[in-house]
């Protein structure tokens, strides 16, 4: 149980390199490493604030989700996320960097433990990580958890000598958000909550939930581009923009994405065959999985060595599928119309900072895991993973699996969510086409902390912030009376 946080002085310090804000404002204070010990060890955690514009209306507490989501940018750099200006101009923004990444107290995950083998990463990934992360950080790793997380809040919170603040989280910052306003209902105003998760399936169950909302994702975004055939040239329907993708990362890899094709359409019918109909495109559809995957493994067969990870293509597509703003880009980047800037191998330190925040969100992750692997998924683990490299299934079967956190238990349990104290109920926006956080599973936060809903209808992961003028007038009047003005809202595509 954590202890009231005494006031701590705060050391104020240059921004780092990622705030970009000139009115940003950075410090630091000291906390303990677990607030359940408050004369143990203590670590560092920084923040950044960035004043109102205005007469500020109070302060606003974020975090950008990961876990693991570098909080200097969610609040300190207008090119991340453009926050309307009601936010802006009426809100003190302060957002405290997650324990673990660089600016608080980093793991450091870059040397091999002594105990090592060369199957560890492979069969005791969990174990291995923790390992590693202790050599620099002795102690440290069991610590990363929204428990001490919540209360690195409130020791900020008591530091900059606020009274109460508001709350705007994203995805896993949902989650923080809500145990925070759970545990210090007196000391929380309004409440913001985009994209939530369901704390109930952290979070082997959260990465099963996404097997099929990135594959249903994927699908709308090639609809989408086909209905724009005019603009980027790929084709005018689905399927016919799939194997305009699927030809653009052969040539990157040497071999095909593996991920489910979307349905055919009379369209996709081959010339000869236009008799059959909606047979054919329904026998084309069902024999597509198949497809894909025979011709995978024939192409590597041929081309030893070959992998569609390691297709930027395919990896872009991944990673820029959750916000429906970069659509366009990514449509450009597959036709070829525009290209990734070169920017040139990764230098050291930029591996050493990729390694240690993908440690940091593995260990909470596996702190907090409370749903059981499926034991049966090892299989899809080793072939997506070792043999296929699909991207739209490896990482889900990694956790799945057990592979993730194997060798590592959980050492925190399920932290409470319940707005039943709040004097204003909760904002929370969901959208139908959410592939990271899917609409189907938002009910459970919704219904434990009291949320007003507004329903997104559309794609994306994010929606305050992103440029949807509509859900932000929402939020902005939301946090100014405490009462949502709509319960459905369309997005972005």
Same mark, same amino acid.
């Not at 660089?102 to 990463?121: H, R």
């Not at 016919?240 to 359409?265: C, D, H, L, M």
């Not at 880009?329 to 591996?351: F, H, K, M, V």
């Given at each position: 149980?954590?202890?009231?946080?005494?006031?701590?002085? #705060?050391?104020?310090? &240059?921004?780092?390199?990622?705030?970009?804000?000139?009115?940003?404002?950075?410090?630091?204070?000291?906390?303990?490493?677990?607030?359940?010990?408050?004369?143990?060890?203590?670590?560092?955690?920084?923040?950044?604030?960035?004043?109102?514009?205005?007469?500020?209306?109070?302060?606003?507490?974020?975090?950008?989700?990961?876990?693991?989501?570098?909080?200097?940018?969610?609040?300190?750099?207008?090119?991340?996320?453009?926050?309307?200006?009601?936010?802006?101009?009426?809100?003190?923004?302060?957002?405290?960097?997650?324990?673990?990444?660089?600016?608080?107290?980093?793991?450091?995950?870059?040397?091999?433990?002594?105990?090592?083998?060369?199957?560890?990463?492979?069969?005791?990934?969990?174990?291995?990580?923790?390992?590693?992360?202790?050599?620099?950080?002795?102690?440290?790793?069991?610590?990363?958890?929204?428990?001490?997380?919540?209360?690195?809040?409130?020791?900020?919170?008591?530091?900059?000598?606020?009274?109460?603040?508001?709350?705007?989280?994203?995805?896993?910052?949902?989650?923080?958000?809500?145990?925070?306003?759970?545990?210090?209902?007196?000391?929380?105003?309004?409440?913001?909550?985009?994209?939530?998760?369901?704390?109930?399936?952290?979070?082997?169950?959260?990465?099963?939930?996404?097997?099929?909302?990135?594959?249903?994702?994927?699908?709308?975004?090639?609809?989408?581009?086909?209905?724009?055939?005019?603009?980027?040239?790929?084709?005018?329907?689905?399927?016919?923009?799939?194997?305009?993708?699927?030809?653009?990362?052969?040539?990157?890899?040497?071999?095909?994405?593996?991920?489910?094709?979307?349905?055919?359409?009379?369209?996709?019918?081959?010339?000869?065959?236009?008799?059959?109909?909606?047979?054919?495109?329904?026998?084309?559809?069902?024999?597509?999985?198949?497809?894909?995957?025979?011709?995978?493994?024939?192409?590597?067969?041929?081309?030893?060595?070959?992998?569609?990870?390691?297709?930027?293509?395919?990896?872009?597509?991944?990673?820029?599928?959750?916000?429906?703003?970069?659509?366009?880009?990514?449509?450009?980047?597959?036709?070829?119309?525009?290209?990734?800037? &070169?920017?040139?191998?990764?230098?050291?330190?930029?591996?050493?900072?990729?390694?240690?925040?993908?440690?940091?969100?593995?260990?909470?992750?596996?702190?907090?895991?409370?749903?059981?692997?499926?034991?049966?998924?090892?299989?899809?683990?080793?072939?997506?993973?070792?043999?296929?490299?699909?991207?739209?299934?490896?990482?889900?079967?990694?956790?799945?699996?057990?592979?993730?956190?194997?060798?590592?238990?959980?050492?925190?349990?399920?932290?409470?969510? &319940?707005?039943?104290?709040?004097?204003?109920?909760?904002?929370? #926006?969901?959208?139908?086409?959410?592939?990271?956080?899917?609409?189907?599973?938002?009910?459970?936060?919704?219904?434990?902390?009291?949320?007003?809903?507004?329903?997104?209808?559309?794609?994306?992961?994010?929606?305050?912030?992103?440029?949807?003028?509509?859900?932000?007038?929402?939020?902005?009047?939301?946090?100014?009376?405490? #009462?949502?003005?709509?319960?459905?809202?369309?997005?972005?595509?």
């Amino acid at each position: 149980m954590a202890t009231a946080a005494p006031t701590q002085p #705060i050391t104020w310090e &240059d921004c780092p390199e990622q705030v970009t804000d000139a009115a940003a404002q950075c410090g630091r204070i000291d906390v303990p490493m677990y607030h359940s010990d408050p004369d143990g060890a203590p670590i560092s955690v920084g923040f950044v604030k960035v004043p109102a514009t205005g007469t500020a209306r109070g302060t606003l507490f974020g975090n950008p989700g990961g876990p693991g989501g570098d909080a200097y940018s969610y609040f300190g750099n207008p090119d991340a996320f453009a926050w309307p200006e009601g936010i802006t101009s009426e809100w003190d923004r302060v957002a405290v960097q997650p324990r673990g990444l660089p600016g608080s107290t980093p793991l450091n995950c870059t040397e091999l433990p002594a105990t090592f083998v060369p199957t560890d990463p492979h069969l005791r990934q969990g174990g291995f990580y923790r390992d590693s992360c202790e050599i620099s950080t002795p102690g440290y790793t069991a610590s990363l958890t929204t428990d001490n997380t919540a209360e690195d809040w409130e020791w900020v919170r008591q530091a900059l000598a606020v009274d109460k603040v508001s709350v705007m989280g994203l995805s896993y910052g949902t989650y923080l958000g809500s145990v925070y306003a759970t545990r210090y209902p007196q000391h929380t105003d309004r409440v913001v909550l985009d994209s939530g998760m369901d704390p109930d399936l952290a979070w082997t169950g959260i990465m099963n939930s996404q097997q099929a909302g990135y594959e249903t994702s994927l699908h709308d975004f090639l609809g989408w581009v086909a209905e724009r055939n005019d603009t980027y040239g790929l084709g005018d329907t689905p399927l016919a923009v799939y194997q305009s993708w699927s030809r653009k990362i052969v040539a990157e890899s040497g071999t095909n994405p593996t991920v489910v094709p979307p349905p055919a359409q009379i369209g996709d019918i081959p010339p000869g065959f236009d008799w059959a109909g909606h047979l054919a495109a329904e026998a084309i559809t069902a024999t597509g999985p198949a497809r894909v995957s025979s011709e995978g493994l024939s192409s590597q067969a041929v081309n030893p060595g070959a992998n569609q990870a390691n297709a930027p293509t395919l990896l872009m597509t991944r990673q820029m599928l959750p916000r429906v703003e970069s659509w366009d880009q990514l449509a450009r980047l597959i036709n070829g119309t525009e290209t990734l800037p &070169d920017t040139g191998a990764p230098t050291e330190d930029q591996i050493i900072a990729f390694t240690n925040a993908q440690a940091m969100q593995r260990m909470i992750m596996c702190n907090e895991n409370t749903t059981p692997p499926n034991p049966a998924d090892i299989p899809r683990y080793a072939w997506t993973n070792y043999v296929t490299g699909d991207l739209f299934t490896a990482p889900n079967a990694m956790f799945t699996s057990g592979a993730a956190c194997s060798g590592m238990d959980p050492v925190s349990g399920r932290q409470a969510t &319940d707005g039943s104290q709040l004097a204003t109920r909760p904002l929370q #926006i969901q959208a139908t086409g959410d592939p990271q956080t899917p609409y189907q599973h938002h009910y459970k936060l919704a219904e434990q902390m009291g949320s007003q809903v507004i329903t997104v209808h559309g794609n994306g992961h994010a929606h305050v912030g992103v440029g949807n003028t509509a859900v932000d007038d929402a939020v902005v009047e939301y946090l100014r009376t405490g #009462i949502a003005p709509v319960t459905d809202l369309p997005g972005l595509n």
